[in-house]
């Protein structure tokens, strides 16, 4: 600091001979003198002192009765660089409008004027007008971005934002052109996660959470969905301004399936699935069936669970009850097929049956059959057959009863004849006794009879006839033809039989129309056999070639597995058998894209860089849907997103760095298939402010000049550039040569003074000074005018102690010694003279004997 001061109002009746500074620190006490020399000047700079504290100064001035009073001290002053309005904000943009509001967004100024930004003005005038109106509170807000509302829509305004310092409020940047409040219209898109691609997996008694974030303008209507019906009472869905989640508390294996997110907004409408996997036990098996009914066993055949609990079936437990009972008694709890043969039965005896399916996580909901089973088969072939009675058109036969009636009671026998001749056997009569009369025979004909147990049963009249067939089945349809003959002629009728039961396989083959990484697309023909009524639906299942079970519907396949698939046609009696694919891989037709350029890193600052990049030269094959970027603290080992969000654009602006620490940055593409392998990574860039060089030093000026030297002074730039003065550079020339010659060192000088040494006497120089920093070397400052280099010229000058003013008394004998001060350029030559003799001196100092 320099302080000055004004002459004592009195001298105490003698000269004043100089001045005594004394300074105090606010954390002190003591007060110690500022000057080792005597000051004789009226100002003088105090160096030394402690940046941020904070000092009081006095002075007291001396004359030849010693020290006077000091002056009554300055207010205390803190030692700080000096500070400045700051300069304008950079890169005002707008990042959103409404019908009402314009939000805005901008960064600090590159100068701050040496002190810390305290806050922001925002300005606005409407475009025709020339009258600007603060929109932010009087004192400012400190975050860079604000939302101006309460505008008039499609109105054009101007605005304008400034800096705030302790100092006073900058100059303002203006936004570029005119800007209108209105509405924008986006249509919706969901940002799902790579995490959510793949789906969510979660054990039964868990709970699930699927949050997706969205964007739109105007704000999009969200709804939910289940693939397979409607969604479980127990969801609980909460919406927020950009995101909605769908959450369940307690999953069981009924909460498997895929959860379908829509938007709609008045721009357009979005979908996207997230599947969920529950890991529970399985489901109830599918179309349980008894076949093959015997008197000590039968066949059961089923299919596989439709949920299947999220793991592979391990075996089924096949149970049985009789009738007669209320609990299921164990068969087998290893089956690992599709169908089991229950042996061991009890004859004639009614059984329910019943199969579970068990993974690993436990049994699953047992399949029932609907109705009960009785043990039996066709009875045996009937004992010894007797021809009774013969007539010219009639025969009547009798026989024994088969030795076993296969389980259950015989309802009837049926007389077959065939005709010597023919190889046709016919049905002549139906009996339920032992017993029977066949009629309508041709008189010497010969015939061959037989008799059989039959579920099919023909019973004719005089005017009618009647066809029984008992457990029809799809191979009784067809045509039936009825003849009737008498001895006036013949008459045919054709009457069509429909057996309404399950369908009959899909005609093949099955057709793999499209293959990707995660779907498949199959087509196929109708069954020839359609069950005698139209076809509802098909179900379609997979089964990984790797294993033997079948698993889920066709909904989302691993990438590189081979499935092969099978269909199966449904109408309202029930499913009908299926029809089986050839082995299919599933891959997609793209891959991951290749790697995007390295990123070019700009605009750092102390806590944030931006960050630019291009799109990867290869896309895979599918489009790029965004992109993750990723940053290394220089300190760390690992690679940390940048990004919360997808990012859709070639830029980004990476926040919440740590001032002074070095980073490098990679980033990835991704597209259908997956993420893709990041770039390679950019070189280190410290976080830290921007810097430039400095500014022109202050006030260069002559403090001194000799016929060889020229004393120069300077103080330190108002702008440091954002980063410490390092030294100062003094150039010269004669004024009549242009050729700059530098006088200090190349890296300059720490003083804010410097003298030049060795110029030519008489001849007139030009001088100029500028400030080094980091960055290199700032403008310089010229010194006004020229200064030429000769002796300053100074009038001789005595100065008396105030002792010698008086009378001096010497002994005699004694050496009379007198010291005078004397000053003058050039140096004065200087002569004693007294009446009596002559005295000589040294020059400048006399020293009188």
């Known amino acids: 600091m320099t302080v000055c001061w004004n002459r004592p109002e009195t001298s105490g009746g003698s000269e004043i001979v100089g001045y005594i500074v004394e300074k105090r620190d606010r954390a002190g006490v003591r007060w110690t003198k500022c000057n080792k020399r005597r000051v004789t000047d009226l100002r003088f700079r105090v160096t030394g002192l402690t940046e941020d504290h904070e000092y009081e100064f006095r002075v007291s001035a001396e004359n030849a009765a010693g020290v006077g009073q000091p002056s009554p001290p300055t207010p205390y002053l803190k030692a700080c660089d000096p500070t400045f309005e700051p300069g304008c904000p950079t890169n005002v943009h707008v990042v959103d409008t409404t019908k009402d509001s314009i939000s805005l967004a901008w960064h600090r100024p590159i100068y701050d004027g040496g002190c810390e930004i305290q806050s922001y003005a925002v300005e606005i005038t409407k475009a025709e007008e020339e009258e600007w109106s603060i929109c932010t509170p009087p004192y400012g807000v400190s975050a860079t971005k604000f939302t101006i509302k309460k505008l008039i829509e499609h109105q054009e305004y101007k605005v304008r934002i400034c800096a705030i310092n302790k100092v006073g409020v900058g100059e303002p940047t203006e936004l570029q052109g005119v800007v209108k409040p209105m509405d924008k219209i986006d249509p919706p898109e969901v940002i799902l996660d790579s995490e959510l691609r793949k789906g969510i997996v979660v054990r039964a008694g868990g709970s699930m959470r699927i949050c997706i974030p969205f964007k739109g303008r105007p704000t999009p209507e969200i709804s939910w969905a289940k693939e397979e019906g409607e969604l479980p009472s127990k969801v609980q869905i909460e919406t927020g301004e950009d995101y909605t989640q769908l959450s369940i508390d307690i999953c069981d294996k009924y909460d498997a399936g895929k959860y379908i997110l829509n938007l709609e907004n008045s721009a357009g409408t979005k979908s996207a699935f997230v599947s969920v996997k529950v890991l529970d036990s399985p489901g109830a098996p599918l179309n349980l069936t008894v076949k093959d009914i015997k008197r000590e066993s039968v066949t059961l055949t089923w299919e596989p669970p439709l949920i299947d609990g999220g793991a592979r079936i391990k075996n089924y437990l096949v149970e049985k009850r009789e009738s007669m009972r209320k609990v299921y008694s164990n068969v087998d709890n290893k089956c690992t097929k599709t169908s089991y043969r229950l042996t061991g039965l009890t004859e004639g005896t009614i059984y329910y049956f019943r199969v579970l399916a068990e993974n690993e996580f436990g049994v699953g909901q047992p399949a029932e059959t609907e109705e009960s089973v009785k043990t039996s088969e066709p009875p045996l072939s009937v004992g010894k057959v007797t021809l009774t009675d013969v007539t010219k058109t009639t025969a009547s036969l009798s026989w024994e009863k088969p030795d076993h009636d296969g389980g259950s009671r015989i309802i009837g026998y049926y007389i077959e004849m065939q005709p010597v001749g023919s190889e046709e056997w016919v049905v002549a009569a139906t009996s339920k006794t032992c017993e029977g009369t066949v009629t309508g025979l041709s008189a010497g004909h010969e015939y061959l009879f037989r008799i059989s147990t039959t579920r099919l049963n023909v019973s004719s009249t005089p005017s009618c006839t009647k066809l029984y067939i008992k457990d029809a089945n799809k191979e009784d349809s067809g045509k039936y033809t009825v003849t009737a003959t008498s001895s006036i002629g013949t008459a045919k009728e054709e009457i069509t039989v429909v057996i309404l039961d399950k369908p009959g396989p899909p005609t093949g083959p099955v057709k793999i129309e499209e293959v990707s990484s995660n779907y498949v697309t199959l087509s196929w023909e109708p069954p020839e056999y359609t069950g005698g009524c139209p076809i509802n639906n098909y179900i379609v299942e997979k089964r990984d070639t790797t294993t033997t079970a079948i698993s889920y519907k066709v909904t989302k396949l691993l990438p590189g597995n081979e499935y092969i698939f099978r269909v199966t046609a449904v109408n309202k009696y029930g499913v009908g058998e299926p029809l089986e694919s050839e082995p299919v891989v599933a891959r997609n037709p793209f891959t991951t894209p290749s790697a995007p350029s390295t990123p070019e890193v700009s605009a750092v600052t102390r806590d944030s860089m931006a960050l630019t990049w291009e799109r990867p030269k290869d896309n895979g094959g599918a489009e790029i849907e965004g992109y993750v970027l990723e940053k290394r603290d220089k300190d760390g080992i690992r690679w940390t997103k940048c990004n919360k969000k997808r990012l859709n654009d070639l830029r980004f602006r990476c926040t919440g760095l740590t001032e002074g620490h070095s980073y490098e940055f990679r980033v990835s593409a991704e597209n259908a298939a997956g993420l893709g392998k990041p770039s390679a990574p950019t070189q280190y860039i410290k976080a830290c402010d921007a810097t430039y060089p400095p500014g022109p030093p202050n006030n260069p000026k002559v403090t001194d000049h000799s016929g060889t030297t ?80 000769a002796e300053k010229l100074e009038a001789p000058e005595i100065e008396l102690d105030a002792d010698l003013r008086k009378m001096v008394n010497v002994r005699a004998s004694a050496t009379l010694r007198l010291f005078v001060t004397i000053r003058g350029k050039p140096e004065p030559e200087v002569r004693c003279e007294q009446p009596i003799y002559d005295c000589w001196t040294s020059h400048m100092c006399g020293h009188l004997w």
């Not at 008489?762 to 010229?782: K, L, M, P, Q, W």
């Open 710 to 789: 020229v004393s120069l002074s300077w103080s330190r730039p108002i702008y440091d550039g954002g980063a410490q003065i390092s030294g100062y550079i003094v150039e010269m020339k004669e004024a009549i040569d242009d050729e700059w010659i530098i006088c200090t060192p190349h890296t300059g000088v720490q003083a804010t003074n410097y003298t030049v040494k060795t110029l030519k006497e008489n001849t007139e120089y030009n001088f100029r000074i500028s400030a080094v920093n980091c960055e290199g070397v700032g403008e310089h400052a010229d010194l006004p005018g020229s200064v030429i280099a």
